[in-house]
């Protein structure tokens, strides 16, 4: 039975499985690599000084990024008031209201804006918030930022908001609630840990995004003094000191990596918890 | 939730008169429909804004320059002269090697996970992967810089040109002077960041073949590869092509990585190991100082073409993952 035919088959068969195997362990474990390598600097570089004092001058060691650990807070609460109740009340239309033809040119529209690269994005804001008035401020970095979490929201609302089950809709409407105090009372609700993931996830993403924010958050190396002025941000840091020559700048970069890096993982681990946790019916 | 319900139904029945009309539009249904419209309509308002925005304000640069903006090989900020064809070049370049790179090594593992893999192991490392998806881009460039740089400086680089580097043909690409930055080094930090994203789609349109797909070929007599390659894939094929579109468009749009370790040099070189520059970083890089009217607009035409060319391939990649997912994508 063991033709060369037949063994040169069984041959490539374990040689193609195993090779499918290699590379899915090495790509996993080069993933992993880097980014263990990423905690073991960013640890060691990590220290009280670097969430609590500012930027220090060129050439003195030590300082911190406080400024731009509330300067990325400051930019996500103006991404999160821009963009959510926007990608929110789109997310209802297209789940709840919206007919075929136009809910699907709104979907398709949102998922070809979830993909335009951020920098374009940023040039955009640019021309609408910065352009106008000649200057950086926080306000365009927030215009940027909402912009990019709007996409994200739409979706995941509209998919949660179908995922909840007909019955609830009927059983409201049973009752003699309008089909808006329905979604508003009785829908809605029922996928509030869903859509809360969603927009979750939404500004984790943003959280790191470091192009759509050069021109026009800019950077500051001191606190940033009302809504107006240019604002410090995490990872605008981590690129202007990861490219500068001083050793000391990147320890500081490794240290903000690290901290950048955990806030976006918590985010989305907590984001996955509270939808494991408040599963819909 | 039930109280809520209840007390709409004891209401009074509707009124006539201009009072009713203002009631029921603030309590009713189409004040709803109108006001989520109104923000639906919006994302579509918004799109068309950027593509506006993007447009007018490159208006300079195009009414100057025209087609040849596309094929001009200079980029001259100090006298006013620009052609966008050294990033275009940039650009193509290393979203092709970050390809080259990561469809095999992407598609091997997303057909280890869904085809291998017990469902737990595939369950968790997707769920690795998936996070892994969600790493800033300015991280992976911090690593770059830091790790893959110098790998390339120091080891990699000269392996290439000692021993690729005396092939007739493709030799050419991997001569010269070897920095650590350049081509190459960008298309690696890229092809590290696009995996995550075949892979994930990849295997989830590997799962959604059916099984008896599998078992006939089984049934036949083919191994498990032969299975693998010639039936499952093939079905898949739709779908893989999506994920890989996908990859492509982020490989295209990606910025801070690929700015932070392509040497920063609006020349087309012909060997990988040179600096370069695609049009996302040339954007980043130089918008800040970009001083006259005439250089800002031709950045800001950059990313006009930047956006169109993303625009399209994810309207395509969209297309292709649907037809794969409404079981289209199975040849006939």
Known sequence: MSSPRLMWRKSLNHVMLSLTGVAAFGVVSILFLILGYLMWNGGASLSWSFFTQLPKPVGEVGGGMANAIVGSLKLLLLAAVMGLPVGLLAGVYLAEFGGNTFSFIIRYTADLLNGVPSIVIGIFAYSIAVLPVKHFSTLAGGVALGIMVIPITVRSTEEFLRAVPGSLREAAMALGASKWKTIATVVLPAASGGILTGMLLALARVAGETAPLLFTAFSNRFWSQGWGQPIASLPVMIYTYAIAPYDDWHRQAWAAGLVLLGLVLLSNLGARYILARTKVV | ?332
């Open chain 2, 1 to 332: 939730m039930s109280a809520a319900a209840t007390t709409i139904a004891h209401e009074a029945p509707p009124q006539s008169g201009p009072r009713a009309f203002i009631r029921r539009l603030t309590r009713g249904d189409e004040l709803a429909h109108l006001i989520t419209l109104v923000f639906a309509a919006g994302i579509l308002l918004l799109t068309s804004m950027i593509v506006y925005e993007l447009w007018i304000n490159s208006h300079l640069s195009r009414t100057k320059f025209g087609w040849d903006f596309f094929w001009t090989r200079i980029w001259d900020p100090n006298f006013d002269n620009f052609g966008a064809a050294p990033f275009i070049y940039g650009t193509l370049v290393t979203s092709a090697v970050a390809l080259i790179i990561a469809v095999p090594l992407g598609l091997a593992s997303a057909i280890f996970l869904s085809e291998l893999a017990p469902r737990k192991i595939s369950d968790g490392v997707s769920f690795l992967i998936d996070l892994l998806a969600a790493v800033p881009s300015v991280i992976y460039g911090l690593l770059g810089i830091f790790i893959v740089v110098p790998l390339m400086r120091t080891t990699l680089g000269p392996m290439l040109i000692h021993s690729v580097g005396n092939v007739p043909y493709i030799g050419a690409l991997f001569r010269g002077p070897n920095y650590g930055v350049g081509f190459l080094t960008a298309g690696i930090v890229l092809a590290i960041m696009v995996v995550p994203y075949i892979i994930s789609v990849s295997r989830e349109v590997l799962l959604t073949v059916p099984r008896e797909q599998r078992e006939a070929a089984l049934a036949m007599g083919a191994t498990r590869w032969e299975s693998t390659w010639q039936v499952v894939v093939p079905w898949a094929r739709t779908g893989i092509m999506g994920s890989i579109f996908l990859a492509l468009a982020r490989a295209l749009g990606e910025t801070m990585a690929v700015t932070m370790v392509i040497g920063n040099a609006a020349r087309i070189n012909p060997s990988l190991l040179g600096p370069g520059d695609t049009i996302a970083s040339t954007i980043a890089n130089q918008f800040t100082e970009a001083t006259g009217d005439l250089y800002l607009s031709a950045l800001i035409e950059l990313g006009l073409v930047l956006f169109l060319i993303t625009f399209i391939l994810n309207g395509l990649a969209r297309i292709l993952i649907v037809l794969t997912e409404r079981g289209g994508g199975h040849p006939s």
